[in-house]
């Protein structure tokens, strides 16, 4: 039997670039038995739109909407059990089956219900030097703390008769902290609020007992030897990785397809096409600086509010700005992308579409990625001219724009060196809303 091999899907900006939706199409051709997160928790919000159904997916694997597929939670990821049953709740009433097709790794990490608590807590504390990252609140710095500091919970854990006595002693160390940081910097502690957040966290751990909780690198590879096939989905993305997004303004995790080798336990070998997600131009979320914002607040507002620029996981107002070219080649070099999905080219509300190829810092033009953002001062760019609304749900090639075809002739030339195709190109929300570009 033919070995199956593992493809990845991660997003090459901020987030936010329609990886989901991507995600569901790739797999709606039934290539794929499986659908595994590799990292990252509910801080991801990936929507997808098939006709009459949308669901923001934060945990659950992207592949829900699609029957036969298996959903797989890896050990990289940290697991928000609330926001899990929930979805899985949620996916049953629009009449999809969830429970007997998850599996989740025992060596996944749980989120506790004090984590989300002691985010808020570090934000509070970084802002009084106004430093604030601007995190999603759902606990995904601490409880990745906790899991290399070795003091955190497995989802395994919960399966074991000592499982009580462990999470004890991981509260009492989260209230100590917490009691620091109100001792020490005024964060208020809302026991009401902990209280809520224990018994809802509880009532969800039953549930999760009652899934299939497993050694998941095994079964991973037991479905590779019977010559299946696997999608790793990526949350956040390359320009938010902990090592080489711009620190600290980043998550907590390694959002480069070289994770999916340790957040899902299968050896490099394993991995075939890597495709990396964009949108025609820029969005983010958070602190820290963004170089390729647009200036212009007036236009700026006209794609947030033209491309729904809004968080999926928190509701709050994205950032919007042009295509970084700069920020992509470093992406796609990190990466190892070699196939690109270009997301919302319908959303054009400029004559002219300013595209960033450079960064600077005072006189002297960056040839490397800088160790932080802050010190870029300045970006050069150049323009092409705009498309309108011209492109919204077209399907197919012959009918794009000419403006739109020198834009994706335009990008495709300034990642030719890199070996990266640009295959698709996205002009709706929905799963069958793009074209075709190269092969
Ligand atoms: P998807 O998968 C966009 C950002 C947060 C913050 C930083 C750290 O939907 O693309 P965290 O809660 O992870 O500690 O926050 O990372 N962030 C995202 N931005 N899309 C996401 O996920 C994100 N997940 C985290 O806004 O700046
Ligand atoms: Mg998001």
């Not at 929507?47 to 159904?53: A, D, V, W």
């Not at 902990?194 to 018994?199: L, Q």
């Not at 509010?305 to 996981?313: I, P």
């Not at 990466?335 to 300013?354: L, T």
Request: aromatic share 10%; proline share 3%.
């Amino acid at each position: 039997m033919k070995q199956g091999f593992i493809d990845v899907v991660v997003g090459l900006q901020w987030g936010d670039e329609g990886k989901g939706k991507n995600i569901d199409e790739l797999i709606s051709h039934g290539k794929y038995a499986g659908v595994a997160r590799f990292q990252g928790g509910a801080n991801a919000g990936h929507t997808l739109k098939y006709k009459n159904t949308t669901f923001v997916g934060h945990i659950v694997p992207s592949g829900c909407l699609q029957k036969d597929v298996e959903l797989y939670i890896g050990n990289g990821v940290v697991v928000d059990v609330v926001s899990l049953i929930k979805e899985i709740d949620e996916l049953k009433n629009f009449g999809f089956k969830i429970t007997p097709r998850l599996y989740i790794s025992n060596r996944a990490k749980l989120v506790s219900y004090l984590h989300p608590f002691i985010d808020q807590a570090d934000e509070h504390y970084r802002n009084k030097r106004g430093a604030k990252i601007g995190t999603t609140s759902r606990g995904i710095g601490p409880a990745y703390a906790d899991a290399r500091a070795r003091r955190g919970l497995l989802v395994g854990d919960v399966l074991l008769s000592d499982f009580v006595e462990k999470e004890k002693i991981l509260a009492d160390f989260h209230m100590n902290v917490l009691n620091m940081y109100q001792e020490k910097y005024g964060f208020k502690i809302n026991l009401q609020k902990i209280k809520e957040a224990e018994k809802k966290w509880w009532e969800a751990l039953e549930e999760l007992n009652k899934l299939q909780i497993c050694d998941l690198s095994f079964l991973i590879q037991k479905r590779l030897s019977e010559g299946k096939n696997i999608l790793a989905e990526g949350a956040q993305a390359v320009m938010l990785d902990i090592d080489f997004g711009d620190y600290p303004n980043v998550t907590s995790s390694n959002t480069l397809p070289a994770n999916v080798c340790l957040g899902l336990g299968v050896p490099h070998t394993a991995l075939r096409d890597i495709y990396g997600v964009i949108k025609a131009y820029t969005t983010k979320v958070g602190g820290g600086n963004f170089p390729a914002r647009i200036k212009d607040v007036v236009l700026e507002k006209a794609f947030q509010d033209a491309g729904h620029e809004f968080g999926a996981t928190t509701g709050r107002p994205r950032m919007c700005g042009w295509l970084d070219i700069f920020a992509l080649r470093h992406a796609v070099m990190l990466s190892g992308v070699n196939k690109i999905f270009i997301n919302k080219a319908d959303i054009c509300k400029s004559s002219k579409m300013k595209v960033v190829i450079g960064y600077k810092n005072g006189r002297k033009i960056l040839k490397e990625f800088p160790l932080y953002l802050s010190q870029v001062t300045d970006v050069i760019t150049e323009e092409i001219p705009g498309w309108g609304q011209k492109n919204y749900g077209v399907k197919d090639k012959k009918n794009v724009s000419k403006e739109l075809q020198s834009y994706l002739n335009y990008i495709e030339k300034k990642l030719l060196d890199l070996d990266v195709k640009i295959i698709a190109v996205g002009t709706g929300q929905d799963r069958d809303q793009f074209f075709r570009w190269s092969k």
